[in-house]
């Protein structure tokens, strides 16, 4: 019993760090994106860059923060 919950213990931290470095990979995809994204549509300003980021991160934050109805309705 107790190797059964050694190894159930040592899931569960296979399991974190998968879940950690995930997390990681889709912050760097997700700052990858956004700056993307304001470069296109700043146009090469830089003032409207910075005003395309965070219009992109308000509306992250919006969505993460929405049920799945207002997701729904914002999408």
């Known amino acids: ?3 059964a ?3 159930t213990s040592w899931q569960r931290r296979q399991r974190r760090r998968a879940d950690l470095q995930w ?3 889709r912050a760097d995809l997700w700052n990858g994106f956004r700056g993307r994204v304001a470069e ?3 146009r090469g300003d830089a003032v409207r860059e910075s005003r395309e ?3 992109l991160d ?3 934050s919006e969505l993460s923060t929405a ?3 207002e997701v729904e ?3």
């Open 5 to 7: 919950a050694c190894w």
């Open 53 to 55: 980021l965070e219009r």
């Open 40 to 42: 296109w549509f700043g």
């Open 58 to 60: 308000r509306s992250a």
């Open 73 to 75: 309705r914002l999408v």
């Open 23 to 25: 997390s990681r990979q």
């Open 67 to 69: 049920g799945q109805d």
């Open 1 to 3: 019993m107790k190797e």
